[in-house]
């Protein structure tokens, strides 16, 4: 049986099997996307067939994706501070603007800013939380955070992304707004249903009923996210082989893209950051670094030509290194931490040692 957070999260009683769990479900995600892009390459013709399903598949990832957090969806999610509003400010606000300028800076080639600028857009994606506590890390702010970053991306990506891609016209934005409403708030507000009848259903049951309800809930929502997530893994890989096909020089340009300003907003994000603490700043850093570029896709697919999904495609490398990165980040920086706590030790027993002589004298 599981517990229920203050934040209105699922949780393991045993703390130490709940970062197994996270591990197991890091890894497990990482496997289904890993071994769908790869069947997708290898596979002949599987990238073809399945392609035209990645925007069903993206649907019903965002929708199953979202079940699990339906406890949050209402007032546990309007219990923000002013540390979480200035985390949210910088992923959304902030950092992209630092994307642009750097992008001008350094003269990125004009085909590929609209792709890096998605990226920064992009909110967190729904592993995040998952992520944030495997590092030990406090998972409910990592989810308050993820659910508005998604919730402001829309903002983001119109204000940054849309002059660059053509979004400056009141057709353009009807389009946009459809895309912002099937994809995102259909499946909050089907959520918010759920929740609701859930609510209805288990009025006047014990607690440990309920709590295996949901759990049940959970379970189906995450096999169905598990296969919707394969499908599309394997299906955006077609924009891949295309890619390369046509122009191999831009699907490199692309990647190192890609995989330069998923790992620059993640250290760009730590030093910003630091002020609010090492701990807000590693959670922050993580989410800057899985950026939802998958839901930015589905929003904005009519604006970019078919190098968007292939752009996608390629930032899934990101998301499968970046926790491998995280953690060597985190390890290097919990050694100087410790190696700083056992240099002052030594230094307060050599301070200690001579007035003890003294005394003793």
Known sequence: MRNQTSTGIATPKNRSTDVVSDFDE??????????????????????????????SSLFVIVLSSLVPFRSMLSKELLNLNGSLLRVVGWLQLALPVLV????????????????????ACSGAVFASPALAHLFGLDRGQAARIMILSTVLMPISLSIFVGPLVGL?????????????????LLPFVFVLILRAFERLANRNKEQHVQEAASDRIDTYATRVGMMALAVFAAGIMQGVAEGWANDPGFTIALFAGALTVNLGMMFATRLALHPLGSDVAHTASIIAMTRNVGLAYAMTASFFGPSLAQYVALCQVPLLIGPVVMRLHKGAADARVKRREEEDAQAHLHHVAPATERSAI
């Open 26 to 55: 890091s890894l497990f995600v990482s496997c289904i996307i890993a071994g769908g892009m790869g069947a997708g390459l290898l596979v002949p013709g599987l990238a073809d067939a399945l392609a035209p399903a990645v925007l």
């Open 168 to 184: 400056d016209n009141l057709v353009a934005f009807e389009v946009f707004g459809m895309r912002v409403a099937f994809f995102l």
């Open 100 to 119: 642009y300028t750097l992008s001008i800076v350094l003269n990125v080639p004009k085909d590929i800013l609209p792709f890096v600028l998605l990226s």
